[in-house]
């Protein structure tokens, strides 16, 4: 659960940071931001913003935007009736962003949030440069996480259905609720 | 046709385009610019620039770049094997924009090039500022074209398969030929 202020603060931070990365944000767009604190109640700590140019039954396009350190709990893509899962392909736009799938683990820049050990399993660092692109198949187990800077990026999919994610963290709720 | 040094002036017009419209492009993408005259050896009449920054069996992103008064030629995406057609959306970036599309002529601001009536039939036209979207499902005939200042939009769609359109003008050969 997060705060109606809180809420709005996010929002309003997140369109500053996409503004400033370059991309186009028309003052409609910058409302519809959303803000998903994972029923951790946790924001700035284990949470996302969410802005979703596109979303059909065939593609998605969304801006993702991590505040500094933020990091994003690890989920998967699972099939979906005929659909064998969401393909996610990330595009860093600015700042510092580490994506966390499936390998040895190499992890050095990053960090797992305190205590949730349990909650992070995959321990493959991938270190994305503004233009870099990172393609998740299907099914694929990922977390990532911003440093000092934040971190904005494009994420193109297929089919979205957030409903269907699989978290490792059980304590995980998709939906944010919101205390006004 | 169009010469080696036509393609190359065309490149680099291109990556100046995206850059000044805020849209991140590395050195590496600027080298990828595609150049397509449609084999009508006119580039700056009739012609377009790609970049593309995926393609998958399911997704593709792309930014378009219309050079001022160049038009894209009249096409659709029709059905190939199972897939039902490509679902295209087309986002607006930066300069003036016209698409032509099914419905009713009401054309003003835009024009069929010289002598190419027979190849442009739609004539609803759509004027797309910066930050405004066009969804064309499977199939839905267009055609596109720059004002004064050119265009730079993202194209997100469906699997391309640019060999499978079709185009109204019966000269269109969709590979360029370059001249060495």
């Known amino acids: 659960m997060i705060t109606i202020d809180?809420?709005?603060a996010a929002k309003i931070k997140a369109a500053k940071m996409i503004k400033e990365s370059g991309?186009?944000?028309?003052?409609?767009?910058?409302?519809?931001?959303?803000?998903?604190?994972?029923?951790?109640?946790?924001?700035?700590?284990?949470?996302?913003?969410?802005?979703?140019?596109?979303a059909t039954n065939r593609i998605s396009v969304k801006i993702l935007v991590l505040?500094?350190?933020?990091?994003?709990?690890?989920?998967?893509?699972?099939?979906?009736?005929?659909?064998?899962?969401?393909?996610?392909?990330?595009?860093?736009?600015?700042?510092?962003?580490?994506?966390?799938?499936?390998?040895?683990?190499n992890m050095s820049e990053g960090f797992i949030p305190q205590g949730k050990e349990h909650a992070y399993t995959m321990k493959n660092e991938v270190i994305l440069q503004p233009g870099d692109q990172l393609t998740l198949p299907p099914g694929t187990k990922h977390w990532f996480q911003a440093g000092e800077e934040g971190a904005v990026m494009y994420s193109y999919s297929t089919c979205v259905r957030d409903g269907f994610d699989k978290f490792t963290d059980s304590e995980i709720v998709r939906a944010t609720e919101i205390k006004y």
């Open 67 to 105: 505040f500094p350190n933020q990091t994003e709990p690890e989920h998967w893509h699972p099939p979906v009736d005929n659909d064998p899962g969401k393909e996610e392909i990330i595009r860093a736009i600015s700042g510092n962003l580490r994506f966390y799938i499936p390998g040895d683990n």
């Open 23 to 54: 991309i186009l944000l028309t003052d409609q767009e910058a409302e519809r931001i959303d803000v998903a604190d994972f029923g951790l109640s946790n924001l700035n700590r284990e949470g996302i913003q969410i802005m979703t140019h596109l």
């Open 6 to 8: 809180e809420f709005n």
